[in-house]
């Protein structure tokens, strides 16, 4: 249409072919003229709604009555132009989310057992039912949501979190779709279909981010409604006092508030474009305004500053100088003098940073996967389904990496250290809300609370080695897990939430943008102030149910008359989400309510990208503003050009949409931009 539009335009004002006596800017005009009449017609007769269309309408039916044909298939084509650089503008910007509805397997390889034959078969993965067994190969796309039930595998779920390193994924695992099969077949029953996948979820947010639902686009849409009252009250004076129908129609040309109606959509549209890039997600454009405008950030503490799971910390052995005598497999020595360290906890520690994670007596190293107490205790524990035992093993397990990766290192010949060995255990029994305990290789082992120490074995805790070792962590809210084997106390194991690596430096960043990180917990006093010590937050509420994080956002927003913006992971801290100004959430895979309680989600539950977002919105208030003293002051010069006589209606046009083509590519900025936070 514009391809079209643009020869007949050439051809026109060169006169190089002409259709007898018609002029070849009449196709520009039926081809970008008539949409703009059409759509200012319904909007004027339907909604009475007086808008650029109509004043741009005006022009062109008064072009083309005193007979500047040219001028009115000029203004339509630059006018299509407009909307085809604010398009592109938009389609540019959300590129890399709607990525994610291409994303959508068409495809499923559905699996099936009849009279003990394995069938396999190809369906639409539109058909995929709840309970289909599903088999994914390498490099292929999984097609619903689902458990991981045969195989293992690594899947890429980049495009999901932002994460480049593949997951692992065992028996059990949840996978999901849209994610990608790196290596290994497995077969998936499928639990999530439709709507309700976490693919299709994320594309639904996406496409609830309008920009035009921001409340400063409808402040600017009054702006153009009186900009168009004020252009033909202009034009009729104009035409009154220098009796030139020329100028008249010059001025209803130049006054068209089409770039100030595009200054807030584009800069609102190419920011949630930027934030995609980082995992952020927004459900409204309104919401960046809004947070352009808060002085107080709260954060919940578990899931939003922490991991929200619980990781090894210690392991503390008990020393007395009573003689311990236990055999077990006999090669177990009867000193187990090995201290484990975990200064950052993570479940998939990395080649690189593995020596920050792991400290071990250099001493016993090489005894550390036959003779240590953790191998007895996570032999007991990977019989358990219980958070803790599985938080237990898994870092037994890393601990067996981390020695197979050294022992590589270091050309080591005993091949017994490399992979995860556990012990025999027997008559494995959960206490529930105290502990576990069963044999291991034959001897009696206890893991648990002080309660199931004394009520089963009757063993003695020594309460100064407690105090000593013990309390401190008590007091930060840690978990202790006393061990006992053959009815003698061997230490105790620590466990807690663990801070987010980047908790500190978040921030850090949040107050150098002059704004208040406060923490808000249903955690005790000590706990409370030990992790807001440790992120360097000075404001801390603790003891907080959500009843109470809702009257704190209430003091600030009702008493202080101060903005705040909501942190936390979607659950509990729902209504607090819903209530604050703004609400953030921890929104990662499956995490359904995080989605539908707040304004924002980071899709990859990583808060280093929450200073980036401040900064943006903030960013997107200041381009806005640029964008509407540009749009205004080329208007009000180009008013005052016309009036004079010095522009027709053709370079009228042209100067006027300069005032869009630079409202346009100002936004654009914004697709690039990037905070000092964001490394």
């Given at each position: 249409m514009l391809i079209v539009s643009a020869i007949a335009l050439i051809l026109s004002f060169f006169k190089v072919f002409t259709i007898g006596p018609i002029d070849l800017s009449w196709i520009a005009i039926l081809l970008c003229g008539l949409p703009i009449i059409k759509d200012a017609i319904v909007g004027l007769v339907t909604e009475f709604d007086i808008k650029a269309d109509l004043l741009v309408s005006i022009a062109l039916i008064a072009s083309i009555i005193i007979g500047e044909i040219f001028a009115a298939g000029e203004i339509a084509f630059i006018m299509a132009i407009g909307g085809l650089l604010e398009e592109f503008t938009v389609a540019r910007s959300r590129a890399g989310i709607e990525k994610l509805v291409h994303l959508t397997p068409r495809t499923a390889r559905r699996v099936s057992n009849k009279n003990g034959v394995t069938n396999e078969e190809i369906i639409d993965a539109k058909k995929v039912e709840i309970g289909d067994l599903i088999q994914v190969l390498p490099g292929e796309t999984v097609p619903v949501d689902g458990e991981l039930i045969n195989g293992e595998t690594s899947i890429d779920q980049s495009i999901m979190t932002g994460e480049p390193v593949p997951i692992d994924k065992i028996k059990g695992d949840e996978v999901f779709s849209g994610t990608v099969n790196q290596f290994g077949s497995f077969v998936m029953k499928a639990t999530k279909i439709g709507k309700d996948s976490s693919l299709q979820r994320m594309i639904d947010l996406v496409e609830s981010a309008d920009a035009d639902k921001s409340k400063i686009v409808r402040l600017t849409d009054k702006w153009a409604t009186w900009i168009v009252v004020i252009a033909l009250s202009a034009a009729i004076s104009t035409y009154f006092l220098t009796g030139e129908i020329i100028r008249s129609v010059t001025v209803l040309v130049v006054f068209c508030p089409c770039a100030l109606v595009l200054a807030t959509p584009t800069a609102i549209v190419a920011a949630i474009g930027n934030l995609t890039r980082y995992g952020v997600l927004i459900k409204e454009g309104d919401a960046l305004e809004r947070l352009s405008k808060i002085k107080n950030i709260l954060f919940d503490k578990t899931g939003t500053l922490t991991y929200g799971k619980p990781e090894v910390l210690d392991l503390i052995e008990y020393k007395s100088n009573e003689s311990l005598d236990y055999n077990i497999n006999d090669s177990i020595d009867d000193d187990i003098n090995n201290q484990y360290e975990l200064s950052e906890p993570s479940n998939e520690p990395s080649n690189q940073d593995v020596d920050n994670k792991f400290k071990f007596n250099d001493s016993n190293n090489q005894n550390m996967d036959n003779n240590s107490l953790i191998k007895i205790l996570a032999s007991l524990e990977n019989k358990s389904e219980h958070p803790l035992g599985k938080a237990i093993v898994n870092y037994y397990k890393n601990l067996n990496n981390y020695n197979s990766y050294n022992n590589y290192n270091n050309d080591s010949k005993d091949s017994g250290n490399n992979g995860t060995i556990f012990l025999n255990v027997d008559n494995f029994e959960m206490i529930i809300g105290k502990g576990v305990k069963g044999l291991v290789?034959?001897?009696?082992?206890?893991?648990?609370?002080?309660?199931?120490?004394?009520?089963?074995?009757?063993?003695?805790?020594?309460?100064?080695?407690?105090?000593?070792?013990?309390?401190?962590?008590?007091?930060?809210?840690?978990?202790?897990?006393?061990?006992?084997?053959?009815?003698?106390?061997?230490?105790?194991?620590?466990?807690?939430?663990?801070?987010?690596?980047?908790?500190?430096?978040?921030?850090?960043?949040?107050?150098?943008?002059?704004?208040?990180?406060?923490?808000?917990?249903?955690?005790?006093?000590?706990?409370?102030?030990?992790?807001?010590?440790?992120?360097?937050?000075?404001?801390?509420?603790?003891?907080?149910?959500?009843?109470?994080?809702?009257?704190?956002?209430?003091?600030?927003?009702?008493?202080?008359?101060?903005?705040?913006?909501?942190?936390?992971?979607?659950?509990?801290?729902?209504?607090?989400?819903?209530?604050?100004?703004?609400?953030?959430?921890?929104?990662?895979?499956?995490?359904?309510?995080?989605?539908?309680?707040?304004?924002?989600?980071?899709?990859?539950?990583?808060?280093?990208?929450?200073?980036?977002?401040?900064?943006?919105?903030?960013?997107?208030?200041?381009?806005?503003?640029?964008?509407?003293?540009?749009?205004?002051?080329?208007?009000?010069?180009?008013?005052?050009?016309?009036?004079?006589?010095?522009?027709?209606?053709?370079?009228?046009?042209?100067?006027?949409?300069?005032?869009?083509?630079?409202?346009?590519?100002?936004?654009?900025?914004?697709?690039?931009?990037?905070?000092?936070?964001?490394?």
């Open positions: 290789n034959g001897e009696e082992v206890l893991a648990g609370n002080e309660e199931l120490l004394i009520s089963k074995s009757d063993v003695e805790i020594d309460q100064l080695w407690v105090k000593n070792n013990l309390l401190s962590f008590i007091d930060n809210g840690a978990t202790i897990i006393y061990i006992a084997i053959n009815n003698n106390l061997r230490g105790a194991l620590i466990l807690g939430d663990s801070l987010r690596e980047d908790a500190k430096e978040t921030i850090n960043h949040i107050k150098e943008l002059d704004l208040n990180p406060v923490l808000l917990t249903g955690d005790t006093e000590k706990p409370a102030k030990h992790m807001a010590d440790q992120v360097g937050i000075d404001q801390l509420y603790y003891d907080s149910l959500p009843e109470t994080k809702m009257k704190v956002i209430d003091g600030y927003q009702d008493i202080k008359n101060e903005f705040v913006a909501m942190v936390g992971d979607g659950v509990n801290d729902a209504p607090s989400l819903k209530k604050a100004h703004v609400g953030i959430a921890m929104g990662g895979i499956g995490s359904d309510i995080a989605v539908d309680a707040a304004d924002i989600a980071l899709i990859g539950d990583d808060i280093k990208s929450i200073p980036h977002l401040l900064g943006i919105s903030k960013k997107v208030m200041q381009t806005i503003n640029i964008n509407i003293i540009i749009s205004l002051s080329l208007n009000f010069v180009a008013i005052i050009l016309a009036m004079l006589g010095i522009l027709d209606p053709i370079t009228g046009a042209l100067v006027h949409n300069v005032g869009s083509v630079l409202v346009v590519i100002y936004s654009s900025l914004l697709l690039k931009w990037k905070s000092s936070g964001i490394s």
